[in-house]
């Protein structure tokens, strides 16, 4: 257990439809970031928050929202969902021992229908 | 641009024998490096890390990798593998100042009993 936590475990939606994504990082850890893996790109780094502000980007779609709350959760929102957004949205988070290792969460599979 | 190949998509092994996982890396400047196992159903979870000084770092499970800055590389060893090692293992990298994890495509071990 990594000590980062991520719900909901799975989720099934259609076209068109609007999702929310939320992760809880370790405690103690400042940054989280955004992962999506499927099959035909691999896994990608999404986008960045530290202590509240988006930090870096990656390749996230302008239909894809993310932000971290006070309590350093963080949500991704995703809109307008396509069959191709189908896949795993991992969250991972790091800063405790500053170091630039990530610590990943069990994810989020996501299907579109 | 930033890249991290991993040359074998999967790989198959009897208990016993030794493994060794390639990971080629291009990056301009300081480069950071990780080995990441993915257990069937589990999140990622780090197997070791490279920041600097010695090139030989040892991880958890008995795991190592060699940093090779003249060949751009950064290989997974293990002498001999087990059964429960049967999982798909990611190279990834951050650039200086950044991180952003680059991944590798990822390549599936299967061990044989």
């Known amino acids: 257990d990594s000590g980062v936590t991520q719900t909901p475990k799975h989720l099934i939606t259609a076209t068109g439809q609007r999702v929310t994504l939320r992760c809880s990082p370790r405690?103690?850890?400042?940054?989280v970031y955004w992962y999506q893996q499927s099959l035909d790109q691999g896994l990608q780094f999404l986008i960045q928050?530290?202590?509240?502000?988006?930090?870096a980007k990656g390749n996230i779609l302008e239909r894809f929202s993310a932000q971290q709350f006070p309590d350093l959760h963080s949500e991704l929102n995703l809109s307008s969902l396509e069959l191709g957004d189908s896949a795993l949205y991992f969250c991972?988070?790091?800063?405790?021992?500053?170091?630039?290792?990530?610590?990943f969460g069990p994810g989020t599979r996501l299907t579109v229908t | 641009a930033q890249s991290v190949s991993q040359h074998n998509h999967h790989v198959i092994l009897s208990e016993a024998a030794s493994l060794e996982l390639g990971c080629n890396y291009s990056?301009?400047?300081?480069?950071?490096l990780f080995w990441y196992v993915q257990y069937p159903g589990q999140h990622l979870q780090l197997l070791l890390k490279?920041?600097?000084?010695?090139?030989l770092v040892k991880g958890i499970k008995g795991f190592e990798a060699e940093f090779i800055k003249s060949k751009f590389s950064f290989n997974l060893r293990k002498p001999s593998v087990q059964w429960s090692d049967t999982a798909e293992y990611f190279c990834?990298?951050?650039?200086?100042?950044?991180?952003?994890?680059?991944f590798g495509k990822g390549t599936k071990l299967s061990v044989i009993p």
């Open positions: 991972a988070s790091s800063g405790r021992t500053g170091g630039y290792e990530q610590y």
């Open positions: 405690s103690g850890d400042l940054s």
């Open positions: 928050y530290y202590n509240g502000e988006e930090r």
């Open positions: 990056y301009g400047g300081t480069v950071n």
């Open positions: 490279y920041f600097s000084g010695d090139p």
């Open positions: 990834a990298g951050t650039g200086a100042g950044s991180y952003q994890l680059t």
